[in-house]
């Protein structure tokens, strides 16, 4: 089966989500090695408490952003690289929310807004596309 470009770059966006969570693991483990934070503890130094809730606030939102991923790409038909765009939009938001979020977490705001209107988007083409499909409409 041969899948089409849009499909393909979802898969690869996918992807690189996942390694954008996987490295921010790496972080939390450096910032239990250099503030002697022993597991299972999930605070102990500031820094270490930062890079924790990047982590975990990622988590919280990967299992939102993976679903109306592949909903976007298979049903809304009408822009197919719309989901691909998307989930690039909410990896470099994701970026800069934990950039922002390490250095004060108060600046945390922008990465987060960009993250979550990309959600909102995605899930909006997603109903589209399928309600769309639903009527045989597009």
């Keep these: 089966m041969q899948a089409s ?27 239990r090695v250099k503030h002697g934070i022993k597991a299972p503890a999930t605070s102990g130094h500031p820094e270490f408490d930062r890079a924790f809730r990047v982590q975990m ?11 109306l991923l592949w909903l976007t790409v298979f049903y809304f038909y009408v822009f197919p690289m719309a989901a691909p765009a998307l989930g ?8 800069v ?17 960009l993250s979550a209107l990309a959600e909102v988007l995605l899930l909006v083409l997603a109903l589209f596309g399928i309600v769309a499909a639903f009527f045989n409409v597009a």
């Design 5 to 31: 470009p849009a499909v393909l770059s979802t898969a690869l966006v996918t992807i690189l989500a996942l390694v954008v969570y996987f490295y921010m693991g790496v972080r939390v483990g450096q910032m």
């Design 57 to 67: 606030n990622t988590l919280e939102h990967l299992p939102v952003l993976i679903p």
């Design 88 to 95: 690039v939009v909410w990896v470099l938001g994701r970026v």
């Design 97 to 113: 929310y934990m950039n922002g979020y390490m250095k004060d977490p108060e600046k945390r705001g922008p990465g987060f807004g």
